[in-house]
């Protein structure tokens, strides 16, 4: 059993593992509809248990089906339903019902309190689906599709990030240091990570760079991720901070800054962020990047259910 938080917290050999399942299961999936089941079956007979405290749909849709290919199946629960959201029962006493029920536990929330809780009282293994500090599910999936795209290791690219300092980039930013690779963010500087990150960086040897200027953060770029600036429950003045990322938004004239094969990934749902030309354009690998979690959800649910060769 193993649990599944925070990339910066698992061995990069791991990471390397669940990355090498991945693309030998997508490949063998190649003549197999969505429902078809694995051939292996290694997860016959196990229940996920996925709970949602935010909105979900590449998640919520990836776990279920990734679970299913395996031969196991889920259920989906939102706290508001449950005795934990609503009724008065503790933390404790759900994460014991939890690991009665289920094999593995995979939460969405809004507060990195509540993983380290459960992790500390469930028996079966817990998969963060994101939280207010980390997306470690999604960057992994991301460096899959760079991977598969680019055909070399991300440690030989250039990856450049333009937006909002967000749980996103802090697992891009973890994800650099395990993976060595360059990584260049973009964005305006009342909104640069904050200090625990900042802490983080300094482990990297200058291989992650802050500039205040998009044209800059872009020079030589492989890859340019950008995500939504207002994220789903931002208690800011929206107006305001829109109008400070102005000059961060992806249009075609900085695409061109980047590299001539530059590729652009968004881990969706977008907002203003990008213009449609680039967002619809051959360099935006969007719809691949989605696709993909299924199968790289599917390796980390067996890296976590100990069931990874």
């Not at 279920?64 to 939102?78: E, F, H, M």
């Not at 997306?135 to 909002?164: A, C, M, R, Y």
């Not at 400070?244 to 094969?261: E, V």
Request: proline letters at 3%.
């Amino acid at each position: 059993m193993k649990h599944f938080i925070s990339l910066k917290d698992i061995p990069k050999k791991d990471l390397r593992k669940i990355l090498f399942d991945a693309k030998k299961r997508k490949s063998a999936r190649k003549k197999l509809n969505t429902l078809d089941l694995d051939k292996d079956l290694p997860l016959s007979g196990k229940l996920l248990i996925q709970m949602f405290e935010k909105s979900s749909l590449r998640t919520r849709l990836s776990f279920y089906l990734a679970i299913k290919q395996l031969g196991g199946g889920a259920i989906t629960l939102r706290s508001n339903e449950l005795h934990f959201g609503e009724g008065g029962e503790s933390l404790e006493d759900t994460a014991k019902i939890l690991s009665s029920y289920g094999d593995g536990f995979m939460l969405r929330t809004d507060s990195d309190k509540k993983i380290e809780q459960f992790k500390r009282y469930l028996s079966i293994p817990i998969i963060n689906g994101l939280s207010p500090s980390s997306h470690p599910t999604q960057v992994l999936s991301d460096i899959f599709t760079i991977e598969e795209i680019k055909k070399k290791t991300i440690s030989k690219l250039n990856i450049s990030w333009i937006g909002d300092s967000n749980n996103v980039l802090n697992s891009l930013i973890a994800a650099s240091i395990k993976f060595d690779f360059r990584l260049k963010i973009g964005c305006p500087k009342k909104y640069q990570p904050k200090k625990f990150v900042l802490d983080m960086l300094k482990k990297n040897h200058n291989r992650v760079e802050i500039f205040n200027n998009a044209q800059k953060a872009v020079a030589n770029a492989d890859v340019i991720f950008s995500d939504k600036v207002i994220s789903l429950n931002d208690r800011v003045n929206k107006k305001k901070k829109l109008s400070a990322f102005r000059n961060f938004r992806i249009t075609s004239k900085l695409m061109s800054c980047a590299k001539k094969d530059c590729i652009f990934l968004h881990c969706l749902p977008r907002g203003s962020e990008v213009d449609e030309k680039v967002f619809f354009s051959n360099k935006s690998k969007v719809w691949l990047q989605a696709i993909n979690r299924i199968h790289v959800q599917k390796s980390i649910l067996l890296y976590s259910f100990g069931k990874l060769r």
